[in-house]
């Protein structure tokens, strides 16, 4: 006989329990395209402050529920949190995104102070907290946390980049020094993520943006294997806690670092095919993903078709609709709405 419901669409497709149909979410769903986020943000004023006011936090985490009613919300924080947690300077620029002090040797990276970081990060714990205690019943909480490869990329270069070359070279020059980066990233975004499932997160999530940007080899070191212990430690701790890993632009490597890292579930960027995922992925654990974000932009027959190509072909398996990537500033909020209705009505064929 199989297990019991958890009675959250979103824990069910990650833990082989059968759904009535896909849970659905979508990656960065609070943010500047709904008019009442833009209203909380001017209100704070600086987004760093927004991540660590609970009460604002909470509140633009539950917006996109209250209007789409996804099964899932997403905890409303960042994956600079910890480098900012870890004394590391960082700031939000208007138009720019973060910028961060680079680090590049080992003085910087000893001067990181991890025994200090849930002094910083506690506001995040109180939003886990408050927004747990106020989702409906069968609408999971999902709390997150970068990848210590993405985080570091970011703590490297100082700020955002295409192809992160002064991190790469690091890792490759003295992967000592730079593994020490990565040592500490693993045991404080441990530490975070357990936190947040403390607090009342029902699942993770790994965000590894930038993981697309490295060769096999590098990949196994700086994503698969610090996420294999990530997820191992969280498992012993939380076993029942579903982790979700996005390794965006993974591409074919996406097959090893699912069945490698120990993962309930992996989102799959745009660029992936949805079969060969079905084929290649569902085997092993749940996928989620992956319309175009920019299909939402459209709206329409471009948006629907696309996102019906993708419930055919990921819905005989685990499978938990969301976009390749997050949702940008111009999307209309109508076409969100749309699409949450195409999910909710939808039946195979
Ligand atoms: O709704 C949600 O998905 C939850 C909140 C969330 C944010 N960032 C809020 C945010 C999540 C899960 C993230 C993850 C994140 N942050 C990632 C991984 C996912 C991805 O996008 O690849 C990365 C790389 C970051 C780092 C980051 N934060 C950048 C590069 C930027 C600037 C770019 C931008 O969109 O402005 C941010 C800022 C940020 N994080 C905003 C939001 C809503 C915009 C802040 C604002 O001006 O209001």
Same mark, same amino acid.
């Given at each position: 006989?199989?297990?019991?419901?958890?009675?959250?669409?979103?824990?069910?497709?990650?833990?082989?329990?059968?759904?009535?149909?896909?849970?659905?979410? #979508?990656?960065?769903?609070?943010?500047?395209?709904?008019?009442?986020?833009?209203?909380?943000?001017?209100?704070?004023?600086?987004?760093?402050?927004?991540?660590?006011?609970?009460?604002?936090?909470?509140?633009?985490?539950?917006?996109?529920?209250?209007?789409?009613?996804?099964?899932?919300?997403?905890?409303?924080?960042?994956?600079?949190?910890?480098?900012?947690?870890?004394?590391?300077?960082?700031?939000?620029?208007?138009?720019?995104?973060?910028?961060?002090?680079?680090?590049?040797?080992?003085?910087?990276?000893?001067?990181?102070?991890?025994?200090?970081?849930?002094?910083?990060?506690?506001?995040?714990?109180?939003?886990?907290?408050?927004?747990?205690?106020?989702?409906?019943?069968?609408?999971?909480?999902?709390?997150?946390?970068?990848?210590?490869?993405?985080?570091?990329?970011?703590?490297?270069?100082?700020? /955002?980049?295409?192809?992160?070359?002064?991190?790469?070279?690091?890792?490759?020059?003295?992967?000592?020094? #730079?593994?020490?980066?990565?040592?500490?990233?693993?045991?404080?975004?441990?530490?975070?993520?357990?936190?947040?499932?403390?607090?009342?997160?029902?699942?993770?999530?790994? #965000?590894?943006?930038?993981?697309?940007?490295?060769?096999?080899?590098?990949?196994?070191?700086?994503?698969? /294997?610090?996420?294999?212990?990530?997820?191992?430690?969280?498992?012993?701790?939380?076993?029942?806690?579903?982790?979700?890993?996005?390794?965006?632009?993974?591409?074919?490597?996406?097959?090893?670092?699912?069945?490698?890292?120990?993962?309930?579930?992996?989102?799959?960027?745009?660029?992936?095919?949805?079969?060969?995922?079905?084929?290649?992925?569902?085997?092993?654990?749940?996928?989620?993903?992956?319309?175009?974000?920019?299909?939402?932009?459209?709206?329409?027959?471009?948006?629907?078709?696309?996102?019906?190509?993708?419930?055919?072909?990921?819905?005989?398996?685990?499978?938990?609709?969301?976009?390749?990537? /997050?949702?940008?500033?111009?999307?209309?909020?109508?076409?969100?709405?749309?699409?949450?209705?195409?999910?909710?009505?939808?039946?195979?064929?």
């Amino acid at each position: 006989m199989s297990k019991p419901s958890s009675g959250k669409r979103l824990i069910d497709a990650l833990t082989d329990h059968p759904v009535d149909r896909p849970p659905f979410w #979508f990656m960065r769903q609070a943010g500047r395209y709904l008019p009442e986020y833009r209203k909380v943000r001017a209100q704070v004023g600086d987004f760093l402050e927004l991540c660590y006011t609970p009460s604002a936090a909470a509140e633009v985490t539950l917006q996109p529920i209250r209007r789409y009613g996804m099964d899932a919300a997403i905890l409303f924080a960042d994956i600079l949190l910890i480098p900012d947690a870890l004394g590391q300077k960082l700031e939000y620029r208007e138009g720019e995104g973060p910028v961060l002090e680079p680090i590049r040797t080992a003085a910087g990276i000893a001067a990181l102070k991890p025994d200090a970081i849930h002094e910083r990060l506690s506001p995040v714990y109180e939003t886990v907290d408050r927004v747990a205690g106020a989702l409906p019943d069968g609408t999971a909480l999902i709390g997150f946390a970068g990848s210590p490869w993405t985080v570091a990329s970011y703590m490297v270069e100082g700020h /955002g980049s295409k192809e992160f070359q002064e991190t790469r070279l690091w890792a490759m020059r003295d992967p000592q020094a #730079f593994g020490a980066l990565i040592d500490v990233l693993t045991e404080a975004t441990t530490e975070y993520l357990g936190r947040q499932i403390e607090a009342g997160a029902h699942a993770v999530q790994l #965000f590894d943006s930038w993981s697309g940007v490295l060769s096999e080899d590098q990949f196994g070191r700086w994503c698969t /294997g610090p996420t294999r212990t990530i997820v191992g430690r969280l498992k012993r701790r939380y076993p029942g806690v579903p982790v979700i890993g996005f390794p965006r632009g993974a591409g074919a490597k996406t097959a090893e670092y699912a069945a490698a890292t120990g993962i309930d579930g992996v989102a799959i960027d745009t660029s992936m095919p949805p079969r060969w995922a079905a084929r290649a992925l569902q085997t092993t654990v749940a996928v989620q993903g992956n319309l175009d974000p920019l299909a939402v932009v459209v709206g329409g027959r471009a948006m629907e078709d696309q996102a019906r190509d993708i419930l055919e072909s990921l819905s005989n398996g685990p499978f938990i609709f969301n976009l390749g990537h /997050g949702i940008v500033p111009q999307t209309p909020p109508e076409h969100v709405a749309a699409l949450s209705d195409l999910i909710r009505n939808w039946q195979s064929s």
